[in-house]
């Protein structure tokens, strides 16, 4: 069953969601010895690595990766590594060897074999789909149901047996070449937070909570390892 949590506004669930993301990490790790993160990019991401930058948390004991990444270079404004870089990595001081970001400045191809590659080096595997398994994926959804760069309709939805990490050559949004964690890799994950503001985001949350479809990547992610934080605007229907 998915948690959902309703919060006023985007302040609240970005509070909401840094310490609930401290929280994972530090069971991840007092538990296995140490714990891993994906990031994704986006506004209310933004403000929720701003304030788990002060969160309770031994940075040494995790390694932080990425969901998802445009194919630019690690400096392009666009970038989600340099939004994370900016809001979270360097006022958290995490240790610049456990940061693995997502190559966008190479061939396509190339950089989501190279992150498949590093993912399986450093990753334990999930023992039912060998795929690897992350501790928390925070995530965003787009009006669209997207999360990552997973969009609807997408082939890499019905792959069987994808890696890791897949080069996107069609994104709807630009730019169309991106980098993405493949859809098992988010259902293996012990938890996926999912983050959601505003009301252009209210139906494709309604959407994500209805039946499972490939128009709604979102609707595929592990429910019972999902936790949905949102704000008024964003909850469907709105606050009764």
Known sequence: MTRLTTCADPAVVAERAASQIALSLRSAYEERG???????????????????????????AVDVWFADERC???DDPESNYRLAAE?????????????HRMEGELEPAQGAHR??????????????TSQPVMDVIVLGIGPDGHVASLFPGSEVLRAVDPPSCIAISDSPKPPPERLTLSLPVLR???????????ASKADAVSAMLAEPTEHVPASLLRRERLSVIVDDGALPGGRP
Do not use: F, I, M
């Open 72 to 74: 630019v270079g690690p």
């Open 115 to 128: 992150y498949a590659l590093e993912l399986a080096a450093h990753l334990p595997a999930d023992a039912g």
């Open 87 to 99: 809001s979270l990595l360097e006022a958290a001081h995490v240790p610049p060897g456990q940061v």
């Open 34 to 60: 140490h714990a891993h993160l994906a990031l994704s990019g986006g506004t209310t991401p933004k403000l929720t690595y701003e304030l788990l930058a002060g969160q309770d948390v031994d940075w040494s």
């Open 188 to 198: 293996a994950a012990r938890n996926c937070l999912l983050l959601a503001t505003g």
